[in-house]
Nanobody
Framework: QVQLVESGGGLVQAGGSLRLSCAASGRTFSRYGMGWFRQAPGKEREFVAAITSTGGSTYYTDSVKGRFTISRDNAKNSVYLQMNSLKPEDTAVYYC???????????????????WGQGTQVTVSS
């Protein structure tokens, strides 16, 4: 059974930084693209960033470009999200997901991700 466990969330002032981690088990992690999504109260889950299985390609939603960086360490079965210059509008529960299909570039559509972690809360105060 696949398990994803996020960590690293917390309360930070605007302009601050956080680094989220997602540890995976139960699947050949290195074959699958990964994504980070977030969900604010009353809103749908939205795409934040994605990374290919090798880590060679990444892409981001426009609102986080230049501030967030997704990375992975396949030796540790982990994916990360470095978040800098945080804004109050970044406040949400952040989830990592593992893409349903191996090797291919993961999409920004949450319905195409097969497993999710439990989420980690990020709160940015103004």
């Amino acid at each position: 059974q696949v398990q994803l466990v996020e960590s690293g969330g917390g309360l930070v002032q605007a302009g601050g930084s956080l680094r989220l981690s997602c540890a995976a088990s139960g699947r050949t992690f290195s074959r699958y693209g990964m994504g980070w999504f977030r969900q604010a109260p009353g809103k749908e889950r939205e795409f934040v960033a994605a990374i290919t299985s090798t880590g060679g390609s990444t892409y981001y939603t426009d609102s986080v470009k230049g501030r967030f960086t997704i990375s992975r360490d396949n030796a540790k079965n982990s994916v990360y999200l470095q978040m800098n210059s945080l804004k109050p509008e970044d406040t949400a529960v952040y989830y990592c997901g593992i893409y349903a299909r191996p090797v291919v570039m993961p999409s920004s559509d949450p319905s195409e991700y097969e497993y999710w972690g439990q989420g980690t809360q990020v709160t940015v105060s103004s």
